[in-house]
């Protein structure tokens, strides 16, 4: 199915990645002058290092599924930090890249040691990674207790009574993260209230959101655990869900129940482990990374 084409996970492990200053920077010559002070302005190393991965993450899944040559790719983002593909020209190939994936739209993450892309082409995509650490400083329950304004009801009593502090705090990093990737999807920033955001699961499988009370039926949600206490949530969703701002962005917004099924219940690809090397342009350029 030419759908399929445009579905796509992969996710990088950078606590295995230790690059010198030179070849740092030769990995962010790859991206547009613009995108360096994204990268440059943190302090800590493993700040830049995520923030690196992501926009080059971006720039090969969309080279690769597009054939949008690198230094032509035109990545945005809305006001709310979304970041989208910006369409400059309407070419030959580009409408018939529009047939086949009518709404290419990706979502990036990173938290801890992975960072993480995901793509969909009719339906809305978000992604969330967590890192499950554990508070130094205080208990569990001190920690999640400040957060509690974020759960619905019923959801606050499956984090509390999940078992032991671990368990709790592992149902809890959970929550949150499927709570991100809806909101993400959307195209929303942190002012979301999320405790208006419910999920109902079966030992996790079987995901389904309620918002304000009302499931949400045309909506997938799939949680996964990753090594070194890692969690990826990824959401599936309709266009029409969007922000205004994000909307703006997109192909298109509506389809008939039949074209959106499509979207909606194409398989979900599982994750490919990519290396730095792999997310670098193979242009025959004959550049040579610095020592």
């Given at each position: 199915m030419e ?9 990088v ?15 962010m ?24 991965m992501?926009?080059?993450l971006?720039y ?15 990545i ?10 910006l ?24 938290h ?15 992604l969330?990674?967590?890192s499950?650490?554990i508070?130094?400083?205080?208990s569990v ?6 957060f509690?304004s ?34 993400k ?11 208006t955001i ?12 309620k ?5 949400l ?21 309709h ?8 909307k ?42 610095p020592?």
């Amino acid at each position: 199915m030419e759908l399929e084409k445009g579905v796509h996970r992969w996710i990088v492990d950078i606590s295995e990645w230790n690059p010198s200053p030179n070849y740092f920077s030769f990995a962010m010559s790859f991206l547009p002058q613009h995108e360096h002070s994204s990268i440059t302005r943190f302090f800590k190393m493993e700040d830049r290092k995520r923030a690196l991965m992501s926009r080059l993450l971006q720039y090969a899944l969309i080279h690769q599924v597009l054939g949008i040559p690198y230094n032509e790719i035109v990545i945005r983002r809305t006001a709310e930090g979304k970041p989208y593909l910006l369409y400059l020209e309407r070419s030959q190939e580009c409408d018939k890249l529009n047939l086949e994936l009518p709404n290419f739209n990706f979502n990036a993450s990173h938290h801890g040691d992975f960072v993480a892309i995901a793509s969909e082409p009719i339906c809305l995509v978000g992604l969330d990674v967590v890192s499950q650490t554990i508070p130094e400083k205080e208990s569990v329950k001190e920690f999640i207790q400040s957060f509690s304004s974020y759960f619905s009801r019923l959801e606050w009593f499956n984090i509390i009574n999940a078992g032991s502090s671990r368990q709790i705090l592992s149902e809890f990093y959970r929550y949150w993260s499927v709570k991100e990737a809806f909101v993400k999807a959307i195209g929303d920033g942190v002012g979301y209230k999320l405790d208006t955001i419910e999920f109902h699961h079966k030992n996790w499988e079987n995901i389904v959101v309620k918002v304000d009370g009302k499931e949400l039926e045309d909506w997938r949600f799939w949680l996964l655990e990753l090594e070194k206490d890692h969690v990826v949530s990824i959401a599936r969703g309709h266009p029409m869900y969007a922000t205004s701002s994000y909307k703006t962005t997109l192909n298109r917004t509506q389809f008939n129940d039949e074209e959106y099924n499509l979207g909606l219940h194409l398989p979900n690809a599982r994750f490919i482990f990519r290396k730095v090397e792999d997310l670098f342009p193979s242009n025959g350029t004959g550049r040579v990374p610095p020592c």
